[in-house]
């Protein structure tokens, strides 16, 4: 069964550091990336996604996302934290042909001002 | 404009009753998706519906039902509870037909449904 994984379950930064979340999924074939955000009492909102082309992905709020299908990964970068990124951070995947996304269970940031 | 309406916001259901949640897409959004979020996980996906057909299925059982009526909006609608059912159960819909395609889908802010 398909599954992904994001290692870091809670993560703490001063503001102006610089982030990277992990996101491995174990599907062989063509997938759908994606990484969503839920700010606190918001609800969940597209970070940015990866369906082809150029393998580094650019979103909102400058966060963006590298796809290295050699590692099956799509880690989520940001160079500079701001305390606004508190949130929850959450990784999915679609195998291409599917309409079933698989979450990964998430990671919570907090950035200390 | 309004955005993914779901109703109510919070539930509280004792063991074998049933329940049905009820989801109003973004004006013009002809897809809506199902999904539970147990505490401390990410959202697990249980159905896709899209112009009143069910197009995608989770690993839920029968118990766990929707559907779509013809204005797009759905109702999720679960049996004989048990108390693993307890979670945010979030409703998500966008404009296409498949679960992810380049039409982003939005989330509303879920319904909280607590079984005793």
């Known amino acids: 069964a398909q599954s992904v994984s994001q290692h870091n379950h809670h993560v703490i930064l001063s503001e102006a550091a610089s982030l990277e979340l992990g996101c491995n999924y174990s599907?062989?074939?063509?997938?759908?990336l994606f990484w969503y955000v839920q700010y606190p009492g918001q609800h969940l909102q597209l970070l940015l996604k990866y369906f082809s082309g150029d393998p580094l992905v650019k979103g909102i709020k400058g966060f963006e996302a590298e796809f290295i299908k050699s590692k099956f990964s799509f880690n989520l970068r940001k160079p500079s934290v701001q305390w606004s990124d508190t949130a929850e951070y959450f990784c999915?995947?679609?195998?291409?042909?599917?309409?079933?996304?698989?979450f990964g269970r998430g990671t919570s940031l907090i950035v200390h001002p | 404009d309004a955005g993914v309406t779901q109703s109510p916001t919070h539930l509280i259901k004792t063991r074998g009753q049933h329940v049905t949640l009820r989801c109003s897409p973004i004006?013009?959004?002809?897809?809506v998706s199902w999904y539970q979020q147990v505490l401390g996980q990410g959202p697990q996906f249980i159905f896709q519906?899209?112009?009143?057909?069910?197009?995608g299925r989770g690993n839920f059982p029968d118990r766990f039902s929707a559907r779509q009526f013809p204005n797009y909006s759905s109702e999720l609608n679960v049996n004989a509870l048990l108390l693993g059912d307890s979670a945010l159960y979030l409703c998500a819909s966008s404009l296409a037909g498949t679960a992810y395609s380049n039409q982003p889908q939005h989330f509303g802010d879920g319904t909280r449904l607590s079984i005793l």
């Open positions: 599907y062989g074939g063509t997938v759908n």
């Open positions: 999915a995947v679609i195998r291409g042909g599917s309409y079933i996304p698989t």
């Open positions: 004006s013009g959004h002809k897809s």
């Open positions: 519906y899209y112009e009143k057909e069910e197009r």
